[in-house]
């Protein structure tokens, strides 16, 4: 029968058994080094000093154990500043961004505040206008027989008092040709001593009668005369219009 050892190993002596046995021991202080690096320097601290053959193959099997996680180490170290780098950059984006979406909104404000301001100026604008358009302004008539017939049938209208533009303009040329300082010195008003005055031949008497407010208290003032002596005429015949000769 064959003996269950394996050739060889029965013939190695004590020292060479030894040697083995340390080389076994620097494999595990190796690996246990590469996983945690402080506790495998504290074990090494505390082993027994080996024989300068066991050191030799420790040491050689502890610096082959340990060349993965030193160099693992170190490129995580020459890493960092990779990574500031990106984290300061995320960093910088992330501001610029943030500006960027201040700035959007600040944009975005003062455009709500120039619409709403431009809103109302042009409701202003608007209400303004219509304003203007629901004032009656007041007419410029011409300083001539036109003009001042025109003013009169205005005044005339507002007070209902009756008359036509053809009426007045009739009447007007038949007795002072329309000469508002015409005056009649020979008729028997004349004689009488209140001689008939102004566009119409009025005499003061019925001119101060027949004044209409709001026109000057002057008889030879051309629409304060056509208007008084309308005014008559409305009283005693209806209207101007009626008149076709002296009244």
């Not at 203007?132 to 017939?149: A, C, E, H």
């Not at 002596?229 to 009283?235: E, I, K, L, P, V």
């Amino acid at each position: 029968m064959f003996s269950s050892r394996t050739p060889g190993l029965s013939r190695l002596n004590k020292a060479q058994k030894a040697s083995m046995a340390g080389v076994a021991a620097a494999g595990v202080a190796a690996v246990t080094f590469s996983l945690v690096p402080g506790t495998a320097v504290a074990a090494e601290s505390q082993a027994p000093v080996q024989s300068p053959v066991t050191s030799t193959v420790s040491t050689s099997a502890t610096d082959n154990g340990r060349t993965p996680a030193v160099s693992a180490i170190i490129a995580k170290q020459f890493g960092a500043p990779d990574t500031a780098a990106k984290v300061q950059a995320v960093v910088q984006k992330t501001a610029s961004e943030k500006t960027k979406a201040e700035a959007a909104v600040q944009k975005k404000a003062e455009a709500e505040k120039k619409a709403v301001a431009k809103a109302k100026a042009d409701a202003k604008k608007r209400a303004d206008e219509a304003a203007n358009r629901s004032t009656v302004r007041k007419p410029v008539y011409k300083n001539n027989l036109d003009g001042w017939i025109r003013e009169s049938l205005d005044i005339m209208k507002k007070h209902k008092i009756p008359g036509s533009y053809e009426g007045l303009h009739r009447n007007i040329l038949r007795e002072s040709s329309g000469n508002p300082k015409a005056i009649n010195l020979w008729d028997i008003n004349a004689q009488n001593g209140i001689p008939s005055k102004g566009l119409l031949q009025v005499i003061p008497p019925t001119f101060k009668a027949y004044h209409v407010k709001g026109t000057p208290f002057d008889i030879y003032d051309p629409v304060a005369n056509i208007v008084a002596a309308a005014n008559y005429a409305a009283d005693k015949y209806g209207s101007m219009d009626n008149v076709n000769s002296a009244y």
